[in-house]
């Protein structure tokens, strides 16, 4: 199934690792730079400047966590709601990592970053193994990740700027976050078989929202769907619910 | 400036559990130790959960009693997942629902 290839030898020169890594970076780039610019406008209009923008790119590095991070700190969230909220909304990070251990386990001097820049567009560039022949493996992943991050953090930065400068109402561009994640579930929705858990958050998230209020019922939420899927285990393990 | 003091600290908050998230992994599993049933399993269905929760924490502020009783929500978040059944392309759906919904906004 893993089709890893082996580094020869040689090591293709400098100039052909970084050019190929480039070249498999590129279709994650205008998708970093518009949901970057997005997420730089919506600081913005919470009040936070370039500054923020940046710092959450090079640290948090990661899209739904940084959109819901906006509206976390215009709210004012407490640290207990953010520890949670991170964990549940980034739980799936675990997963990416899990299926990376045995190929980054031995990449020395680059493991540390390649795991820290492991988001899921780097993750589905570099899952399948391949690696051009020729080039040091760890090298291309290494360059793939931080291409994929440098057009992160220009999308970000970039929307700040554009906030500000921006001539007209950016009113509504709040949507994006939430056509973000509808996008994700409807994809999700089409490539699963087993459609309960879905259902689960949906349905838990709203009768939580109804019984505890707009501004309390994310915590409660998180619980009721980990307990439900808990719950549910018996029934939904092995039955494929992933694609 | 203790709010910006409190921001900084989410800030903190936010990258110190993604970074932990992603290096535990390493941690934990290292010499090929299994991975427990219950950990994968989650693994499996958790995602699709919380999306869906994602999706409810977005429009949570919805006013759904005075006017436009949520019709911008409601047209731009149907454009969004019709897109997406038909292009399957997530930044096409993203993009078009937010201009559908800038403008709905300002019409409705």
Redesign the interface.
Known sequence: MDKEQKAPARDAGGRGVVKQAFVTSIPVM??YV??GI?FGILLHDAG?GVA?SF??AL????G???Y??V???AG??S?IT??LT?????????????SM?ER??RSGKYKPYL??A?TDETYSLLCDGKTPEGADPDKYRFLVSLFDQCYWVAGCVLGSILGAALPFS????E??????????????W?T?H?????????V???AC?LLFG?DR??IP??LV??AS??A??PR??GKG??R | MSGSLHAALLVAVMAGVTILLRFLPFLIFREGRKIPAYVSYLGNVLPQAIIGMLVIYCLKDTALTQSPYGLPELLAGSAVAGLQIWRRNSLISILSGTVIYMVLIRLL
């Open positions: 205008a998708g518009v949901l997005g936070y923020w710092a959450m640290l948090i590095y990661a739904s966590m940084q819901v991070g509206s976390l700190l004012g969230a640290v953010a520890i991170t964990f549940m909304v980034n739980a799936r990070h675990l997963f990416y990592s899990i251990i980054y386990q795991i820290f492991l950016t009113a509504g561009i949507f994006s976050m939430t056509a973000l994640f509808i996008a994700s579930f409807t994809q999700q089409l699963s087993e459609h309960t858990p879905a259902v689960v958050g949906l838990g998230s709203l929202l707009p019922f994310l939420a998180m769907i980990t899927l808990t549910l285990r939904l393990a619910a992933d």
